[in-house]
């Protein structure tokens, strides 16, 4: 106990450089890392990438990705193939802040969809850097 109180400014540094280190990795755990808002409009641009936003109708409604389709997550396994039909082009899913997706994109790797990523930080993130939305 001795050594903690002689050592405290020590073991203080220690502890917040240890804290900045994790900070980036509980920072990407919460955005759910993944995809950001310019690679994906370039992805859409150059390779012609397919949007699923995995959101319930009435938030698709309410603000979406110009172009992008709604699969609500609890339909995906069933309604995806039909509505993506060519599995070789990049997909890029989509929800309000990313944590739909994220657990979206293991079904839609299951299904084939090897290009499949997820928009990190979701529609919050796509509007922070101020990309158009669409309302229905």
């Not at 804290?19 to 993944?34: F, N």
């Not at 012609?48 to 609500?72: I, L, Q, S």
């Not at 995806?80 to 899913?93: Q, R």
Request: hydrophobic share 50%; proline share 4%; net charge positive.
């Amino acid at each position: 106990m001795q050594f903690f109180i002689d050592n405290w400014m020590l073991i203080s540094v220690a502890l917040a450089s240890g804290a900045m280190l994790l900070w980036p990795a509980l920072q990407g755990a919460t955005s759910g890392g993944g995809l950001s808002a310019a690679n994906a409009v370039q992805l859409i641009n150059r390779e012609r990438a397919v949007v699923v936003d995995v959101c319930e109708a009435g938030e698709f409604a309410a603000g979406h990705v110009g172009g992008a389709k709604n699969v609500p997550v609890s339909q995906l396994e069933r309604r995806l193939p039909e509505v993506v039909k060519n599995k070789t082009l990049p997909l890029i899913l989509v929800c309000a802040s990313g944590a739909r997706a994220n657990r979206a994109l293991g079904v839609a790797k299951k299904l084939g969809y090897e290009k499949a990523q997820v928009l990190g930080g979701g529609m919050k993130a796509w509007k922070e850097a101020n990309l158009p939305v669409e309302k229905n």
